[in-house]
């Protein structure tokens, strides 16, 4: 325990104020929320082509979290693996990766969803101009992936009537709303710079072994990084209905981590 508090207090600058700011954001957001102030909503990232986007969410997003866990568990890296990190690098350079490595995983993340949004809407074109239910069941699948009830009931009704314009022309409204309700989810969290914090510290001290809860024998740190990586692209691939975590923001953070490190490697004789 001693040793635990004398980590707290001698915290290097950046990851004590990262820890500080991510803990006020979220009590900001739940004090603001009992006044019906989403401040989520405002600051989370959401795609460009939501009416609610903001340049501005690419870095606010990264001091946003969805609840108590989800910054426990960021924060917890952060202080686990950033400290050895910004030791090495000092607070400058442990700052802007820190930083790069967040919005390199909102870029990708944005990247993955602008390849999604591109295929529906091709697919909404050919449905707007063929209305039929099969169509229509495919591109609520894809917007939504997993549709209330009563969407269902719509497209059982209109299997049974498949002609029917008033289906039809119902069936493009559903539609438009679903695509829109898809781009509107907002994306909040540390984890695309944790990420990049986890990548580094399995590039910089490759060997260092460490214990997992769940897995309690000592493991590698760059065998542990390939194994969170290897998941996360799985992950991103299956698109498992109603998994809401942004596997490919992770990616993204452990790729842009990962070119800056070889950058700096190249250009420079050691890290400061």
Do not use: C
């Not at 950046?14 to 500080?20: A, D, S, T, Y």
């Not at 072994?209 to 740190?221: G, H, Q, R, W």
């Amino acid at each position: 325990m001693s040793n635990f508090k004398s980590s707290l207090l001698n915290l290097p600058p950046v990851v004590k104020n990262l820890l500080i700011i991510n803990a006020l954001m979220l009590l900001a957001t739940w004090v603001l929320g009992q006044t019906g102030i989403d401040l989520s909503k405002i600051l989370g990232l959401h795609f460009f082509a939501s009416e609610y986007f903001k340049p501005f969410q690419f870095i606010t997003h990264m001091f946003m979290h969805g609840g108590f866990s989800h910054l426990f568990f960021n924060m917890f890296a952060l202080f686990m693996f950033g400290r050895a990190l910004e030791s090495v690098w000092g607070p400058k350079r442990f700052l802007i990766y820190y930083m790069l490595t967040g919005l390199g995983a909102a870029a990708l993340h944005t990247f993955v969803l602008w390849l999604d949004y591109a295929s529906v809407m091709k697919a909404f074109t050919a449905f707007s101009n063929t209305p039929t239910p099969e169509l229509f069941s495919a591109i609520i699948k894809d917007s939504l992936g997993r549709p209330s009830a009563w969407v269902y009931d719509f497209a059982d009704k209109w299997a049974d009537n498949p002609d029917s314009i008033a289906y039809a022309n119902q069936g493009i409204e559903i539609a438009r709303r679903a695509i829109t309700e898809s781009i509107n989810v907002t994306t909040v969290g540390a984890s695309g710079a944790v990420y990049g914090i986890l990548l580094a510290f399995g590039m910089l001290f490759p060997n260092t072994e460490m214990m997992l809860i769940f897995l309690p024998i000592p493991i590698k740190a760059k065998y542990f990084v390939i194994g969170y990586g290897a998941i996360e692209l799985y992950l991103g691939f299956q698109q498992t209905a109603g998994d809401n975590v942004a596997h490919f923001a992770h990616l993204g953070g452990m790729l842009f981590g990962f070119i800056l490190i070889k950058y700096w490697n190249k250009h420079s004789n050691r890290f400061y």
